[in-house]
């Protein structure tokens, strides 16, 4: 199919629809709703139409409030087309007034039908007519519609007003610019149908295209088919005539002319493409027409089955005949051994001998395609391997045979051995020409080797100093292996051992002289490396017992004691290596997660920029409020402001951009949504602000004892804090266990330890962590609880479960499902004030944030 951009090709000719237009008062036009009347009784309309002088067919406007023969009447103007620039470019409108110009209509003129959108500018290209653009207008009953259905209005042209630019196409095929885009056919009201005699093969243009009902082309359609009488090859959906020659089409040989048509009087011998076929007069082929065949130009031929010419000696009949295509003669031979072009055949009864023979006592092989005696090393018509002397002989004796410096296996049945053979309980491998083989070879692409007897080798072995395992198959080990519970590494490329330092997807590992892999803390020249249980050598931060260390990324190596820098941040490591944490040390703090506290308050110590203490300092102890225009800043003495932070006034939370204004409304910080209301305080629970939201996250600081749950942004990103609460989780012992869970299930009460209860229970894993209230003595918790335990909450106490008060508890219950994600860890970011805790007296046994409990 040729390539082409054009939009339309018009088949017929552009019938001219005579539709009558309204006339609109100016001052009404813009908010006219339009309708288009169907044509109708058009051959009244035409009859009328030669009688209408040019002007009864232009529409006119007037004011229906002013006489026509008022003073300052406004005199009707012939409409009239002006483009206009539009956002877009430039467009064309239809100009009714000295002010005024046609929207959403379609107006008729000098035969041509264009269509006014609703901003006043006319469209070009396919218009869709639905049924509530059909009605007739209720300010003007007398406007014309047109049928619901799909209109095309032309492209081509420039101007409309000289030529036909805009107008409405019919009784033509036309199509969108895209080549995939959808023909279809314009009836003669120029509205596109592809129903009945327009689907199916259609010819639009030069090439013929399969449409469906959509207008669309079948792009399943391909291979040959014949429309009116003409075979044409299809690919996807679009058919061409091809070439004229000889084409197979529907099992039968066509000699097609240039127009595509059968040339019916190719049949009977013909040959096609070096091969000669007997063709009936349908086009397909005589089968039956091979071997032996006379009459071919004169001639005699042997054909095989795909009608091809044969050379050489062929069986007719049991009779051996000599073919030579050019000369196309035959000639039969005589009995015995006969040496034809320097080669032995062995004739019986005039045949040509093929296959095993038995000539003399002795065994021959002789080529099942010619009969030709074959010598030295040939296989048989079942592929197995054999040996003749220069005398055709085969060799018979079996056992091990020396032929030019190679040893074979002959076999019982005169055949050599190939591939894998037992011989004395060794084994031996002979290639597929029967040769023993030594050393080192493949099979199948595994290495093996064989001592120089040719016997296969296991176990370990050492060549040249370094050492390769082979299995108990024989075949060389590549990659990781374990003997007796110890890790070896080979190398994939050659299965050489691995020995000191060594890469294996792209991760360090460390094996010692005798090639085991080593594990756990590893001491080379002074400095320390960490193995896991892999054997891969550790990089980063890594988490043992409880106790951090730094590897540096780039060797391995274990951070020394002291200060050091990492991604920008100062951390303090011990003589061990282990990083410290939540301790002084000298003038300087580390926090939870190890890194040095810098701009911050530690308890009632401040540490400054670089992270030294400095008594007895407030930056902002003598800050104040400052408002200007209806912005709030909380400025320092010297002028100054806080941009960029955060700020503790009163209790209350505040953040001041980037130019030090107080935050109101919603905020991202740090990649977290928070909420400030109008007077700039943090609003540290937004739950009733958002409503109940379709899923959450949970986090669980364990060093904080505190659960923070998030909410789902725009984007989908958990990144709004809800709400938090004060927990108790696991003490030292029965830590509550860190990772990241999905919950399980819920259960209300919920059985724990001890035996023990706890209501509102969600299951946070399968350790048997739980989300509970504080558990108490009985299946019935409301009035069992001890008040030791309760006013234990904000500090750890549990055997691993996290415990709420009960109103928490049963927030985390009734809203957040089954398989709500949980982070536990000791540094989980905690973006609000811990919640204070309430606390109740000895005496008292139920939870006062428990509504079921009766005060």
Same mark, same amino acid.
Request: proline fraction near 2%; aromatic fraction near 18%; glycine fraction near 14%.
């Given at each position: 199919m040729k390539k082409r951009r054009g939009i339309l090709f018009a088949l017929g000719i552009v019938l001219s629809l005579s539709v009558a237009v309204p006339a609109v008062a100016a001052e009404n036009v813009t908010g006219t709703t339009v309708t288009q009347d169907s044509v109708e009784n058009e051959q009244e309309q035409e009859a009328s139409k030669e009688n209408e002088t040019d002007a009864a067919q232009i529409p006119q406007i007037q004011d229906e409030e002013k006489s026509a023969d008022a003073a300052g009447a406004e005199k009707e103007v012939a409409p009239t087309w002006e483009k206009h620039k539009t956002d877009g470019?430039?467009?064309?409108?239809?100009?009714?007034?000295?002010?005024?110009?046609?929207h959403d209509t379609f107006y008729t003129n000098d035969g041509k039908t264009y269509y006014i959108n609703k901003d006043g500018d006319m469209t070009t290209g396919y218009v869709k007519v639905d049924a509530s653009a059909t009605d007739p207008s209720a300010t003007d009953p007398s406007a014309v519609k047109l049928d619901p259905g799909l209109y095309y209005f032309s492209k081509e042209g420039n101007d409309?007003?000289?030529?036909?630019?805009?107008?409405?196409?019919?009784?033509?095929?036309?199509?969108?610019?895209?080549?995939?885009?959808?023909?279809?056919?314009?009836?003669?009201?120029? *509205?596109?149908?592809?129903?009945?005699?327009?689907?199916?093969?259609?010819?639009?243009?030069?090439?013929?295209?399969?449409?469906?009902?959509?207008? !669309?082309?079948? !792009?399943?359609?391909?291979? =040959?088919?014949?429309?009116?009488?003409?075979?044409?090859?299809?690919?996807?959906?679009?058919?061409?005539?091809?070439?004229?020659?000889?084409?197979?089409?529907?099992?039968?040989?066509?000699?097609?002319?240039?127009?595509?048509?059968?040339? !019916?009087?190719?049949?009977? =011998?013909?040959?096609i493409n070096g091969s000669w076929y007997f063709l009936k007069a349908d086009g397909s082929r005589d089968t039956s027409k091979t071997g032996m065949q006379t009459g071919i130009n004169g001639k005699t031929y042997f054909l095989n089955a795909e009608g091809v010419p044969q050379n050489g000696f062929q069986t007719v009949n049991g009779v051996a005949y000599?073919?030579?295509?050019?000369?196309?003669?035959?000639?039969?031979?005589?009995?015995?051994?006969?040496?034809?072009?320097?080669?032995?055949?062995?004739?019986?009864? /005039?045949?040509?001998?093929?296959?095993?023979?038995?000539?003399?006592? *002795?065994?021959?092989?002789?080529?099942?395609?010619?009969?030709?005696?074959?010598?030295?090393?040939?296989?048989?018509?079942?592929?197995?391997?054999?040996?003749?002397?220069?005398?055709?002989?085969?060799?018979?004796?079996?056992?091990?045979?020396?032929?030019?410096?190679?040893?074979?296996?002959?076999?019982? +049945?005169?055949?050599?051995?190939?591939?894998?053979?037992?011989?004395g309980g060794t084994w031996y491998y002979m290639g597929e020409? /029967?040769?023993?083989?030594?050393?080192?070879?493949?099979?199948?692409g595994v290495w093996y080797y064989s001592n120089g007897s040719g016997a296969m080798q296991t176990g370990w072995l050492n060549r040249g100093g370094t050492w390769y395992y082979l299995t108990g198959s024989g075949a060389m080990a590549t990659g990781w292996i374990n003997l007796g519970g110890t890790w070896y590494y080979l190398n994939p490329g050659?299965?050489?051992?691995?020995?000191?330092?060594?890469?294996?997807? /792209?991760?360090?590992?460390?094996?010692?002289?005798?090639?085991?892999?080593?594990?756990?803390?590893? +001491?080379?020249?002074?400095?320390?490396?960490y193995l896991t249980g892999s054997g891969a050598m550790a990089t980063g931060w890594i988490n043992l017992g409880g106790t951090w260390y730094y590897l540096n990324p780039g060797n391995g190596d274990m951070m020394g004691a002291g200060w050091h820098l990492i991604n920008n941040k100062w951390y303090y490591f011990g003589g061990?290596?282990?990083?410290?944490?939540?301790?002084?040390?000298?003038?300087?703090?580390?926090?939870?997660?190890?890194?040095?506290?810098?701009?911050?308050?530690?308890?009632?110590? =401040?540490?400054?920029?670089?992270?030294?203490?400095?008594?007895?300092?407030?930056?902002?102890?003598?800050?104040? =409020?400052?408002?200007?225009?209806?912005?709030?800043?909380?400025?320092?003495?010297?002028?100054?402001?806080?941009?960029?932070s955060w700020k503790r006034i009163n209790g209350s939370w505040y953040y001041f951009g980037a130019d030090g204004a107080m935050t109101t409304g919603w905020k991202y910080v740090d990649g977290y949504k928070f909420y400030f209301g109008t007077d700039g305080k943090m609003v540290q629970d937004v739950?009733?602000?958002?409503?109940?939201?379709?899923?959450?996250?949970?986090?669980?600081?364990?060093?904080?004892?505190?659960?923070?749950?998030?909410?789902a942004n725009e984007t989908g990103n958990y990144c709004i804090p809800v709400k938090t609460f004060t927990c108790s989780v696991g003490k030292a012992e029965t830590p509550t266990h860190a990772g990241t869970y999905a919950t399980l299930k819920k259960q209300n009460p919920v059985e724990l330890m001890g035996p023990s209860w706890g209501k509102y229970g969600t299951q946070i894993n399968n350790y048997g962590d739980w989300f509970h209230s504080v558990a108490c003595s009985n299946p019935d918790p409301t009035y069992a609880l001890a008040a030791g335990n309760y006013n234990m909450l904000g500090q750890p106490a549990s055997h691993g479960c996290v415990r709420l008060c009960v109103r928490d508890a049963k927030w985390i219950y009734d809203n957040c499902g089954l398989y709500t994600r949980v982070d536990i860890s000791d540094t989980e970011y905690t973006p609000f004030d811990k919640a204070p805790t309430i606390k109740i007296p000895a005496s008292q046994n139920w939870d006062p944030t428990d509504a079921d409990a009766k005060r």
């Open positions: 470019g430039e467009a064309w409108r239809l100009k009714l007034g000295e002010n005024s110009y046609a409309p007003s000289i030529d036909t630019f805009g107008s409405m196409l019919k009784d033509c095929w036309a199509q969108e610019a895209d080549e995939n885009g959808a023909w279809y056919y314009l009836g003669l009201d120029g *509205k596109a149908v592809n129903t009945g005699e327009k689907t199916g093969w259609q010819q639009p243009e030069e090439d013929w295209y399969y449409l469906k009902e959509d207008g !669309t082309i079948d !792009t399943s359609k391909t291979g =040959w088919v014949q429309i009116e009488n003409v075979w044409m090859k299809a690919d996807k959906g679009v058919a061409a005539i091809q070439n004229a020659g000889w084409y197979q089409i529907e099992n039968r040989w066509y000699m097609l002319k240039n127009d595509g048509t059968r040339d !019916t009087s190719k049949v009977n =011998w013909q040959q000599y073919f030579d295509v050019q000369a196309g003669t035959a000639r039969q031979l005589g009995n015995n051994w006969q040496q034809m072009n320097g080669a032995w055949y062995w004739i019986e009864n /005039g045949r040509v001998a093929t296959g095993w023979r038995v000539i003399n006592g *002795k065994w021959y092989y002789l080529n099942p395609a010619d009969g030709r005696m074959l010598t030295g090393f040939y296989k048989d018509a079942t592929g197995q391997l054999f040996y003749s002397d220069g005398s055709g002989a085969m060799l018979s004796t079996t056992g091990w045979y020396l032929l030019n410096g190679t040893w074979y296996w002959v076999n019982g +049945n005169g055949s050599l051995a190939t591939g894998w053979i037992n011989v020409n /029967g040769a023993m083989k030594t050393g080192w070879y493949q099979v199948k050659n299965g050489d051992m691995k020995i000191g330092w060594y890469q294996v997807n /792209g991760a360090w590992y460390y094996s010692n002289g005798s090639g085991a892999m080593q594990t756990g803390w590893l +001491n080379r020249g002074g400095t320390w490396y061990s290596g282990a990083m410290y944490s939540n301790r002084w040390i000298g003038n300087y703090y580390v926090g939870g997660n190890g890194e040095m506290l810098t701009n911050t308050w530690v308890g009632s110590y =401040w540490v400054g920029a670089d992270g030294k203490w400095i008594p007895n300092y407030d930056p902002d102890a003598n800050a104040n =409020w400052v408002k200007s225009g209806n912005t709030w800043y909380y400025q320092r003495p010297d002028g100054s402001k806080l941009t960029n739950d009733k602000l958002i409503g109940k939201q379709s899923s959450y996250r949970i986090t669980v600081n364990r060093v904080k004892c505190q659960v923070t749950v998030y909410a």
